[in-house]
């Protein structure tokens, strides 16, 4: 079996780094969904210019709103059609129109 490139102490601090302010940076975007701060539609336009939002899985997003649980989130994403899988920047013009009309912003 071939083994991973081998990495030096500093290249491993930093993919370490990297990593840790990707996780917090997820964190930070369900906290303020859950609060109610940010909607979906702002998640989609974040994903243009955020490489770390647009990897971000679109179950979890979903899962983040508030009122909107694992059940919720599965079922709406099956009734569209898109895979538990699919990462924000993966999710079609017309599955980001279902989505939105399925999760409309809260006022």
Known sequence: MPQPPALTDDQRAAAREKAMAARQARARLKEDLKAGTIGLA?????????????????????????????????????????AHSRRVRGVGEHQREKLLAAFPPRS
Do not use: H
Request: aromatic share 2%.
């Open 42 to 82: 702002d998640v989609f336009e974040r994903a243009a210019g955020d490489p770390i939002v647009a990897g971000t899985k679109m179950l979890t997003v979903l899962e983040a709103l508030p009122a909107v649980g694992k059940v919720k989130a599965r079922r709406t994403m099956d009734t569209i059609g898109i």
